[in-house]
C-alpha cells in the first residue's frame, strides 16, 4: 500500500524531479492519461503526493530516519491548505474511475516508484501487486474530504460522518469500590511464565551478506556480499535494518526451556519479517506454522497463550471485517483459520469460539486466573479497510465482547490479564476511549496488560480520570525480541501469585533479559545476560498500578534511577544519556494512555 498510493498520487511529481534527463518516461508516464480528463498540474499533485508519502510511510517505518525528515521539511515548505488537498485528491479519483483507470495507475505506479528512485524495480513490481486491491477500496469509497482530513488534521476539519464515534454499552451492575492489591505473605505459592514478543524471524536471514542494501530489509540471502567486513551481517543478529536468524530464536527457547518453573507462555504477536513488499497468504501460513513447531519442539508440556500481532496479515496491517470480506482482496478467513489450527494446541475448543471471526479469545487457565487475548489491528487505521463507513465500529463486536468477559470475571471473582499487540494509545480514538472506559470500570479484576509492537522495552500508566492521583492500571510493552532496527534482543520472566485460596495473581516481578548482539557476533556464542529485574533494581515491592506510579513518580528527582529505564528501552543497545527534551517525551509517553490525549504529561 505504502508504495501503490504513493506512487498514484505523485507520479507528475517524481516525474517533474527527473524531467530534464528522463524526458523519454515523463512522456510514457503522460501517455497513459491522455484518454482522462486530468489535468497536468504537477504542483497540486506534488503537494498531495508528499501528505501521502508521509502517512503511508509512517505505518511501516519502511524509510530510514533521515529520508523522514526529508518529507517532513517537503511538507512543511510545500504550503499545501485543506482545499487545495481536496482538489488533488479529486484528481486522482476522476483518473480511477476512467475507462482502464486501475491498470493504469498500477502501470504508473511501478514506473514511478523505480523513476523516483522509491525502491528498485523489483520492490516497486512486488509492492503494487502486494497492496493495490486495498487502495483502491479506499480511493473508491473515501470522498477527498474525508481522505484529507486523515492527512491534514491541523488543518483540515473532520467531516461529520467520517470514522464516527460510537460507544459501547457499559453493565448496569455499579463499579464496586477500588480494591488495592497486596502483597502476599512470604512463602505463598507463585507462578513463572515466559513473555516475548514481536520475533520476526527471518528464515533467509544469511550471515556474511551485506546489511546495508538497497531493500528496506537487509541480512537476507538475496543481498550481495559486502564490500567491508563491518557491513557483513552477523551469525546472530545485526543491529541495522535485519531480522532475526532462526538460529537467534532457538537459542532463546533453548535457554528457557532449561528453566525448570516455567508454567506457560504469552507471546503478543509479529512472527514474519519485515520483507512487507514480497508476503503471499502462502508464506504467512508457513511462518506461523514454523513458529507454533518451535514452540512445540522446546516446549513440548508448556502451555502458550498468544495475540496476534500487525504482520501476520498480507498485506501486513489488512484486517478487515467479515461485513466487507466479499471486496476484492479483503476475506482474510485464511489467516483467521491458520490462528485457529495452531492456538487449538494449547486452548480448549470451548473456547476458541472467536478466534475464526477475529482472532480473539479468553481462557480460564488456574481457578479463578483468565487470561484475555484481543486483535487490537482492529483499533488502528494502518487497516485502511477500516476508514470506510462504520467499518470501524467495534469491528466484530470485540469490545461488547470484551466487557462481557470483564463482567463475568468480576462477577465469578476472577483475574484478569489482558494481551494483545497494539498498546491502545496508538488506536483511533473512539475505540481507545472505550477501551479506556472498560479498563477502567473493571480495575479491580485486571493483573496487567501485556503489549508488543513497539520492539522496545517501556510501560504505560492508565490514570484514573475520576481520581487523577491514582493509577487504575498499568501496561507493560514488551521486551520486543527482534533487534529491528538498532535494538538488542530481549524476553522476560513474570513472577505472579500462585493458586491458593484467595490469591489475586498479582505481578510480584518481572526479569529481562537480553542479548549483545555486537559480543555474540565476535564470541559467535549467544549468551543471554540478565538485564534487571523490577524488583531489585528499581527498587518496587511489586508490579501493581500502586507501585508503578510510585516508580515514574521517583523519576523526576531520582535522575540515576531514570537514566537506567531509558537504557532498558533498548535493551542496553542505545547507553547515551537522556536529555532534558528526551526525558520529557519519555515520561509524556508514560502517561498517555489514550489515542490523542496527553493532558497526563
Known sequence: MKYLLLATLVVLYLAALAETSVVNRKLRVQQFEKDSDVTEDYELKRKVGLLFLRKILGQGDILRPEKEKELDRLVEQSGMTCTLCKAGVDVIQKLLHSNGGEDVITAIAVEVCELGNIEDRRVCKLAVEEF???VFYVLFNLQPDELCYWLLKSQCRKPADFLPNWVVTSSATPQPPYKPRVNPANGTPTL??????DMHMDV????????KCREPLCCRD?????DQESDAA???????HCDMPQNTVESMMSQVANYDDIDFIIFTGDIPAHNVWNQTKEDQIDKLRRWTDLLKKHFPTTPVYAAVGNHESAPVNSYPPHSIYDQPGADTQWLLDTLYDSWSNWIPEADMGFVKQGAFYTTLIRPGLRVVSLNTNYCSDDSWWLLVGSNAVDPEGQL???AGVMQAAEDNDENVLIISHRPTDGCMKPWSDNYYDIINRYQNVIIAQLFGHAHTDEMMLYY??????RVSAVGLIGPGFTTYSNLNSGYRVYTMEGEYEGSRYSLLDGESYYLNITDANIKGVATWQREYSFVKDYDVINLTPPELKKLVDRFDSDEQLFQSYHNHITKMEDLSDCDVTCKQSTLCHIKTFRADDDSFC
Open 132 to 134: 493495490k486491491q486495498e
Open 192 to 197: 513463572k511464565f515466559l513473555f516475548f514478543t
Open 204 to 211: 533467509r536471514y544469511a550471515p556474511g551478506r551485506t546489511a
Open 222 to 226: 538475496n543481498d550481495a556480499l559486502p
Open 234 to 240: 552477523g551469525m546472530w543478529g545485526d543491529y541495522r
Open 400 to 402: 461488547k465482547w470484551f
Open 464 to 469: 484514573d480520570i475520576t481520581q487523577e492521583d
